[in-house]
């Protein structure tokens, strides 16, 4: 039911992937979703449902459920006082076998979190892969020597051959910074930035890692990161060359939920997610047709950061006592700064960034010390764990939701052909979708504030002009797992193959259009 040519496609990305770093091991395929086949170009036409605009949902899986009350803020600040006692973890510290034995510098740090996802894989059956990611960064801006930088990661591999190749990445950066970025010795404990985010990742491995998910799962923490991506950067372009499908990457940077002693600005209530509107690997021919099609606000990173919205929903309180609500900011970081997000959408991935609502900037990048009666420094006790902890929950979440997912629909496309107050859309079946989801929303809105379901068919018209809203389109499953949305092609006709549209699969980054080794 794929179309043809991204059936070929497909199976390039997955010779790729097991000729480069993924061997697979033969696994049960999981059941289709839905056993009796129906046609597939059957046109299901809007019905009024008397409910005009009803929100975006999710409804929550009660095993992902489970699996969220296993996030510990305990084991989180105990992750996190482990990562302060290296001392310094700046890129440039020590990392020699006796700086290693010692438990000070970068090198004892990644030693430990190696040895951390290997004992998690340990506590499932050998389910992860743990991987290092090393080469040697030459002498640049904020590296004053040839520096070896290692990113530490594990693959939990999923469980259905065919949809093993689509991944989602979580990721921290270890690395930390004194107030002098060159300092390689002196205390730079990192304890929220960006010690909060590797416990994200840590975490997230030891919570899904007991369950299965047909789609392959990377927790990821890198280094370098303080020093200019340099980490992030690496894995971005490793994972490009080597066709790795990578749909969604969640960046947790700075989520420690500071809680300066007086602070009455902070919100425990908010993180904030950053997400880039237009691809960054966007041609300027294509920015500018984007920009006329209205789809400035439509980019698959921004599509990853709705879905955050949808999830917290589903599976964190919104209100009272520890409620967790994704505070979606529509620019790619925060001014004069930057994060390993960036490094993954210049390599054409999706991924958007968390951070704490409110960042001190005298518990950043700070060497401890009291001075005129003010206390600098990234130090534990500035870390709120229940606050991390809730962070995880909603990444792990996430995570989840979208590995359980089938893909998003593919080749998705709206006609054009004629004028006309109605919407006729089209897309290609994936595999494991019971069915699809036709969204939409005011063009000033920012969240998709409609939704109507129909079954296993390719084909939909809605009774709204495609001029007064935007449209997306999603798969979703018999157990009601959703796919990431993906807004329509304008195509003379729906017989045509679209192309050039901002789907997960960003401009040519995957899909088989990656350079091969
Ligand atoms: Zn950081």
Redesign the pocket.
Known sequence: MVHKKMTVRKMAVLGLLMSATFTMVAQQPRKPDSAKPRNPRKVQTYRVTGSAAFGDSLKPDAIIAKALRNVSAERIRETDLKLVRFGTRHTMSAADEQAIKSGRGIGAAREWIRSEFERISKDCNDCLDVQTDEFTQPVSDRISKPTQIVNVYAIQRGTDPEQARRIFLVTG?YDSRNSDGMDTTKPAPGAN??AS?TCVSLESARVLSKLKFPATIIYLTVAG??QGLYGSGHFAKMAREKGWQIEGVLNN??VGGNRTPGDKEQDAGIVRVFSEGIPSTATEKESHRLISLGYDHDGPSRQLARYTRVVARAYLPQSGAGRLTPKMIFRQDRFLRG?DHISFNEAGYPAVRFTEYREDFNHQHQTPRIDKGVEYGDLPKFVDFDYVANVARLNAATLASLAAAPAAPANVRMSVKELENVTQLAWDAVPGASGYEVLWRPTTSAEWENVESFGEVTRATLPHSKDNVIFGVRSVDRRGHKSLVVVPQPVQSLDAVASGVPTAHAFGAVGGESPSK
Request: proline share 0%; net charge negative; aromatic share 0%.
């Open positions: 950066h930035d960006d985010g990161e303080e940077d700075i994060g």
